[in-house]
């Protein structure tokens, strides 16, 4: 028996020539629920989870797990029962946390623009805390509050002018973004907000971009919102908890983000140096808790040779798997057979592999050596993060189903779309 593991990920490994996730084999899974199929390790999401977790050993901490990365409730359900709370942006998020046994109580609510009924939902179901992103969402939640007679419990979601070197798509903390308030605004808004009868201030919040591979950002941010913390507690306004964000990236193509251990050692480091290592601190990880402990096993449909290019025709497309489309993403792509990888001197064609949409936007990979046929079988990597929770039905393509492995089980979390789950709703003239 021989076994070997991709880079990365170490549950998604070759196991006596077949791709697998833990203990079960890709191939299975795809005949049995067929393809596109988005395919998650439970093990994986923990291990994950884990090296956050021993990076807080014995200091106050909350992982709250950014949902948007991947909002499945099975996928939730795992981080509930490991202790997480979790960071939303609608109160859609927020009722698929309660869906799936989640704790209103660690939810932390960011977003810069919600809505008056998603403040009540959120304030009726005794959420942790409201990332306040503008000084008017500060008086809206207020009167929201009051006219509850509740206090809403609030952080200030701080712009540090920070650069995370990552797509400008996905950075948020630097000056010009739509995202936070200004660090020269902060210690007015706090005095603003801490006078209000609705709102009791509670932290400080800031998250300056996602797939952020590089740990100086991190450091840079931490002085930062320590200076604020240090001016709006001098000024009578106690901060109970810091919450750093998230944005740690994955190895998606040879990138080497820090380990999470790693970082927050040296974050940890910084905060004990400046008297803070044992404030209260809540971190928001969306995509490197799920982004490597999962693929989607896709079917080649054709292959077309050209003059100039070759197309790999599969059966996921963008609406699967938006990232490339959007970000010129990359994602490794293997075949499901080991024998079948290219090899250096075997009858490989270097191919675009692209879907059944019709855009040319609509690729998953460009320029890929590939030794496969209609009828094979391949992984789309890293697809556990912002692919299905991205994933729309343009094209009338109903939405893939979903599996979640512990071990030698595989749980089926959603089934594909029916055709009636797709015209549900909708009505003739
Ligand atoms: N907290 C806030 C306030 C956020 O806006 C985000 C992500 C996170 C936490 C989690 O960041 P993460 O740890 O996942 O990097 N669709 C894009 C990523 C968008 C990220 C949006 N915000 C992609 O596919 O690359």
């Known amino acids: 028996m021989t076994s070997r593991t991709l880079p990365g990920q170490p549950h998604i490994h070759y196991k006596d020539g077949q791709l697998c996730v833990e203990d079960c084999t890709l191939e299975a899974l795809a005949s049995e629920h067929g393809t596109p199929l988005f395919v998650y390790s439970k093990a994986s999401m923990l291990a994950a989870l884990a090296a956050y977790q021993r990076g807080f050993t014995g200091r106050n901490a909350q992982i709250c797990y ?15 029962q490991a202790g997480c709370g979790f960071d939303i942006v609608s109160a859609g998020e927020l009722a698929r946390v309660l869906a799936a046994g989640g704790d209103a109580g660690k939810v932390i609510f960011s977003g810069v623009g919600k809505t008056r009924r998603e403040m009540r939902e959120a304030l009726l179901a005794g959420i942790g805390c409201f990332n306040v992103e503008s000084e008017a969402e500060i008086d809206v939640l207020n009167e929201v509050a009051v006219s509850l007679q509740l206090r809403a419990p609030i952080s200030i979601r701080v712009n540090p002018n920070v650069d ?4 400008p798509y996905i950075s948020t903390g630097l000056k010009g973004s739509k995202f936070g308030v200004a660090h020269d605004r902060t210690l007015a808004t706090y005095q603003h907000a801490a006078a209000l009868p609705g709102l009791h201030v509670v932290g400080i ?6 797939q952020i591979t590089l740990e100086s950002p991190y450091l840079d941010a931490v002085d930062r919102m320590l200076d604020l913390v240090e001016s709006i507690e001098a000024a009578g306004i106690p ?10 990236g994955i190895n998606y193509n040879g990138d080497t983000p820090p380990q999470a251990d790693a970082l927050w050692t040296k974050m940890l480091a910084k905060l004990d140096a400046r008297g803070f290592g044992q404030r209260k601190l809540m971190i928001e990880p969306g995509r490197s808790l799920v982004g490597n402990a999962g693929v989607c096993v896709t079917e080649v449909l054709f292959m077309k040779p050209g003059e100039q290019k070759n197309f790999c025709i599969v059966d996921a497309a963008m609406n699967d798997l938006p990232r490339p489309a959007m970000y010129q993403a990359f994602h ?10 290219a090899q250096p001197d075997s009858a490989s064609l270097v191919c675009d592999v692209v879907g059944p949409v019709c855009e040319s936007g609509d690729w998953i990979g460009h320029d890929r050596p590939l030794a496969v046929a ?9 697809a556990g993060a912002y692919c299905m929770s991205m994933s729309s039905n343009y094209n009338s393509r109903p939405r893939a189903a979903e599996v979640l492995v512990d071990g030698k089980q595989a749980h089926l979390i959603r089934e594909r779309d029916s ?5 549900r709703g909708e009505r003739l003239l």
């Open 66 to 80: 950014a949902m948007k990365a991947n909002s499945s409730l099975g996928v939730l359900q795992v981080f509930a």
């Open 419 to 423: 055709l009636a789950d797709q015209m």
């Open 205 to 210: 919040d800031c998250h300056i971009g996602s």
């Open 164 to 167: 995370p070197k990552t797509h």
């Open 239 to 248: 901060i109970h908890h810091i919450d750093f964000g998230g944005g740690l």
């Open 374 to 382: 209609a009828g094979d079988r391949l992984a789309v990597l890293s």
């Open 332 to 341: 490794d792509i293997v075949p499901l057979e080991q024998k079948k990888r």
